[in-house]
């Protein structure tokens, strides 16, 4: 079983940067897709992107329009999604999850809520 | 970008009886690239079947995953009480990746 964890609960304002964390084991992080996955409040899961390692990509959901970044440290096999300008409308719940789902892999973080508010 | 679309969006159903949800895709999911998710309230998604049929480690054997091409089915035969939630498919075949809709479940 691997454990996949997640940075805690974040409040901001609109405008305000912000980093989110997710920690999974080196061996998931070096041979899986990482995913994020955003669930706004009381809504569905929405894919945002996904971190290949086998063929170092990242490919991000058009719909974001560039608005998040995605990267992976695989020193501490740590996983970051990250806004540089944050609006309400960002207000969700992030998941990370750590998967290889041709295989039926897949470990989920606890998910993060970000409150953007003025 | 492929759409899913889950039907039904609500069931309501009693223990023991049998559910049927449905995810239609607005093209054809190669290589039975379709995963079916549990979710429920306050918990992170629970993966339950991957590829299209295959059930995930540790998901019991009522449910069932089935389908190929645009339209795939979970069934979950004998409803237990504790399988009220929301159950989302999703492909991972064609960027971006994309999930239906949701389907709530209720159990009576």
């Known amino acids: 079983e691997v454990q996949v964890v997640q940075s805690g609960a974040e409040v901001k304002k609109p405008g305000e940067s912000l980093r989110i964390s997710c920690q999974g084991s080196?061996?998931?992080?070096?041979?899986?897709?990482i995913t994020w996955v955003r669930q706004m409040p009381g809504k569905g899961l929405e894919w945002m992107g996904v971190?290949?390692?086998?063929?170092?990509?990242?490919t991000y959901n058009p719909s974001l329009q560039g608005r998040v970044i995605l990267s992976v440290d695989q020193s501490t096999s740590t996983a970051y999604l990250e806004w540089s300008s944050l609006r309400a409308s960002d207000t969700a719940i992030y998941y990370c999850?750590?998967?290889?789902?041709?295989?039926?892999?897949?470990?989920w973080g606890q998910g993060t809520l970000v409150t953007v508010s003025s | 970008e492929i759409v899913l679309t889950q039907s039904p969006d609500t069931l309501s159903l009693s223990p023991g009886e049998r559910a049927t949800v449905s995810c239609r895709a607005s093209?054809?999911?190669?290589?039975?690239?379709l995963a079916w998710f549990q979710q429920k309230p306050g918990q992170a998604p629970r993966l339950l079947i991957s590829?299209?049929?295959t059930r995930a480690t540790g998901i019991p054997d009522r449910f069932i995953g089935g389908g190929s091409g645009t339209v795939f089915t979970l069934t979950i035969t004998a409803l237990e009480p504790e399988d009220s939630a929301i159950y989302y498919c999703?492909?991972?075949?064609?960027?971006?990746?994309?999930f239906g809709q949701g389907t709530k479940l209720e159990i009576k």
């Open positions: 999850t750590t998967n290889f789902l041709s295989a039926g892999v897949d470990y």
């Open positions: 080196a061996h998931s992080f070096a041979n899986y897709w």
């Open positions: 971190v290949d390692p086998g063929v170092s990509r990242i």
């Open positions: 093209q054809t999911i190669i290589q039975s690239s």
């Open positions: 590829p299209a049929s």
């Open positions: 999703h492909q991972y075949v064609y960027y971006p990746h994309t």
